[in-house]
């Protein structure tokens, strides 16, 4: 089982700009889909942005122009990049892994694997 660990949250100004880190504790090599989620408090986890292992994107639309998703396989990292942040950003971001290709199985085994968080805010 993989275990995430995020980093790289912190307190910004409007306008400025982070840049998460999710590293696992193992290869992502074969990792689906690894995607960023955020919590703000009162409301539900809500998808940020995705990347497979492929290298295709998906952002929600709030996400969209402002924030970059990137991955290296290599180094078993997953970044977001967010810029121009805004007052309504703040959140506990996570970092999520879906499922895994066995190659020695032929399968996707489920991994549902959630780091524990790092908090963003944004404020003057």
């Known amino acids: 089982q993989v275990q995430l660990v995020e980093s790289g949250g912190g307190l910004v100004q409007p306008g400025g700009s982070l840049r998460l880190s999710c590293a696992a504790s193992?290869?992502?090599?074969?990792?689906?889909?690894i995607a960023w989620y955020r919590q703000a408090p009162g409301k539900q986890r809500e998808l940020v942005a995705g990347i497979t292992s492929g290298g295709s994107t998906n952002y929600a639309d709030s996400a969209k122009g402002r924030f970059a998703i990137s991955r290296d396989n290599a180094k078993n990292t997953v970044w977001l990049q967010m810029n121009n942040l805004k007052p309504e950003d703040p959140a506990v971001y996570y970092c999520h892994a879906d499922k895994y290709y066995d190659e020695d199985a032929v399968r996707w085994h489920t991994l549902d694997a959630w780091g524990q968080g790092t908090l963003v805010t944004v404020s003057s």
């Open positions: 193992g290869s992502i090599f074969n990792i689906y889909i």
